[in-house]
C-alpha cells in the first residue's frame, strides 16, 4: 500500500517523524522548500492543540517565516536566539554519509547559518533525493554570489578544477536573474558524474571572492529521515 504512495505522501510522513524531535521549551530551526513546509505545518497543529509549549522558532526564508506567522508560530531571529536545539530541512540530494546539497529553493545561506546554530539537524526526504555522490541527480548545486561582476565569478567557478566538467548556469526569474532573500544571485553548478571530492570543492568555491556560499553542506546532518516505498527509515551520523 506504501508503494502507492505521491510523493507528497511521502515527504509528509518523513516531516511528521522529524517533528517527533521538537519538545516543549526547545528553540527550532525551521527549513525550506516543500518537505520543510510541512514540518512547519505540523508544528503548528501541535503548538495549537496545546502539545508542544513554549518553543520559539527561526525560520530560514521570507517564505517559511510568513507560512510560520501564518500559523501563530512564535519567531525569533539569530541575533536574539544564537543557539538553537534542532533543526528541520529538507535536501535536493543525499549522499551515504549523509553529506547533502541544498539550495535549489534559493535559501541555502540562511539554511546554512541556522543549521550550524543548531545541535541537531533532522534533514527530511523521500527516496528520490538518494545519491551515491553528490552531484549525482545531474540537477542545480548552488552557488550564492554577489550581484557585483557574477559573469566574472560564474567563469571562475566554471573553471576551478575541483569542479572539472561542471556546467554553470545563472538561475534566471522569467527574463531577470533571480534574486535571494539577502539580494544576492545564485549560480547553479550541472554535473554529468558525481564530485570527485566535495570537501576540496567546497573549499575552493568559497575561497572565490565573491562568493557568499555554497549548498554543499558536509558533516552537518546529524540525523537523516527518509520516507519511500518500504516507509519510514532513520539513519543518524
Known amino acids: 500500500m506504501s508503494a502507492q504512495l505521491s510523493q507528497d505522501e511521502l515527504k509528509k510522513q518523513a516531516a511528521w517523524k522529524a517533528v517527533e524531535y521538537v519538545k516543549s521549551g526547545m528553540k527550532v530551526g525551521l527549513g525550506t522548500g516543500s518537505t520543510a513546509a510541512f514540518a512547519v505545518e505540523r508544528i503548528g497543529e501541535l503548538l495549537a492543540n496545546g502539545t508542544l509549549k513554549d518553543i520559539i522558532c527561526v ?8 507560512q510560520a506567522t501564518s500559523l ?8 536574539e536566539v544564537p543557539k538553537l536545539d534542532v533543526a ?3 535536501a535536493d540530494e543525499v549522499d551515504p554519509a549523509l553529506n547533502v546539497v541544498k539550495g535549489r529553493g534559493g535559501a541555502l545561506l540562511r539554511e546554512k547559518m541556522v543549521e550550524m546554530a543548531s545541535d541537531t539537524f533532522v534533514c527530511i526526504v523521500d527516496e528520490t533525493k538518494l545519491v551515491d555522490g553528490l552531484g549525482g541527480s545531474k540537477l542545480a548545486m548552488p552557488v550564492e554570489i554577489v550581484q557585483f561582476c ?7 567557478l566554471k573553471n576551478l578544477p575541483e ?8 538561475r534566471m526569474e522569467g527574463d531577470s536573474p533571480y534574486v535571494t532573500d539577502n539580494s544576492n544571485y545564485i549560480v547553479d ?25 555554497h549548498g554543499l553542506f558536509l558533516d552537518m546532518v546529524t540525523t537523516c529521515i527518509i520516507a519511500g516505498s518500504d516507509g519510514v527509515v532513520v539513519k543518524e551520523k
Open 88 to 90: 528541520i530541512d529538507g
Open 163 to 170: 569542479v572539472a566538467g561542471c556546467e554553470a548556469k545563472l
Open 72 to 79: 501563530s508560530i512564535p519567531l525569533a531571529t539569530l541575533d
Open 150 to 156: 557574477w559573469k566574472y565569478n560564474l567563469e571562475r
Open 189 to 213: 553548478l550541472y554535473f554529468d558524474n558525481p564530485i570527485k571530492d566535495s570537501y576540496a570543492a567546497a573549499k575552493a568555491i568559497s575561497d572565490l571572492e565573491g562568493v557568499v556560499d
Open 59 to 66: 525560520p530560514t526564508s521570507t517564505r517559511t517565516q510568513e
